[in-house]
């Protein structure tokens, strides 16, 4: 279909999914000796790399599984026994950044089977290291600027303004939706990497189309303002606005809230924000 046609969807999911799974097995188990033969079943050897690493996240309970760290260890036996019987040896365990993260669920209808293709949760864009002190995930502003229509409003050449931005998650999430830039440009680990299913050479091509998108819609796309009165904060929104490459978009000032007007000149077009709570300074409020 044409890619106008197919905005809408893959904005949504590019910019709000948090995590993308591979199901390899959906099964009923009502045992336990069936919850590991519908793992052992999946074949692991097209989907483990010869010298890769593992790691289990388990979830759910029923079926003779009261403790997600003994249902961990079960599906873990049922994934080395296959290997070792298919190799002739076992993969390592590697808790902390595994090459495949293998994740189960267990509901009453049975067990799912599946591994993590995303890795770090993809709210983790890699342009924010620093944040305000109510910070706004990333995928949760996207969708807040999606629900309020700012897809449509920037592509008709509105502006955007947060009148209190904080470290700038909204007004940075509303300039990569502006300038069709892909969120996860920075990131440097994916949990498909080291996964043999992974076309090496069609992701460089992708991630190569996705880098000149963006730098032509920064050049094209309306500025965004966002404005806060704590000086620091607006210094780590320059910061996060510059590594994610957007720092010509994304502008940022220091004001108070009763003077956060848009700036001369600027078009109609959004204003939202993520409100200060708690004890705040007075004047940054009206």
């Keep these: 279909p044409p890619r106008s046609t197919l905005f809408p969807y893959t904005t949504l999911f590019r910019s709000t999914a948090g995590r993308v799974f591979l199901t390899l097995a959906t099964r009923a188990a009502v045992n336990t000796g069936e919850i590991y033969g519908a793992v052992r079943d999946v074949p692991w050897e097209e989907h483990v790399p010869a010298k890769g690493t593992i790691a289990v996240d388990f979830s759910g309970s029923g079926a003779g599984v009261s403790n997600t760290m003994f249902g961990a260890q079960l599906v873990k036996d049922a994934v080395v026994d296959r290997l070792r019987e298919r190799r002739g040896g076992r993969p390592s365990v590697d808790p902390e950044r595994p090459d495949i993260l293998i994740r189960c669920r267990l509901a009453k209808n049975g067990i799912e ?163 200060p709570y708690g004890v705040r300074d007075r004047k940054s409020v009206v």
């Design 113 to 275: 089977v599946r591994i993590d293709l995303s890795g770090p949760s993809l709210h983790l864009r890699g342009y924010r290291t620093e944040a305000g002190s109510a910070p706004l995930r990333e995928t949760l502003a996207a969708a807040l600027l999606i629900k309020a229509g700012w897809p449509a409003i920037a592509g008709q050449g509105g502006s955007f303004l947060d009148p209190l931005c904080g470290s700038g998650t909204l007004v940075i999430e509303a300039a990569m939706l502006a300038a069709d830039a892909a969120p996860g440009l920075l990131r440097d680990r994916w949990g498909f990497s080291a996964w043999p299913g992974f076309d090496r050479a069609t992701w460089d091509a992708l991630v190569a189309e996705a880098s000149g998108r963006r730098e032509a819609g920064v050049r094209n796309a309306p500025p965004c303002f966002g404005y806060d009165i704590d000086r620091q904060v607006v210094k780590i929104a320059r910061q996060n606005a510059k590594r994610a490459c957007l720092d010509t978009l994304a502008r940022f000032e220091t004001r108070p809230l009763d003077r956060a007007a848009p700036p001369e000149g600027a078009r109609p077009g959004l204003v939202l924000t993520n409100p």
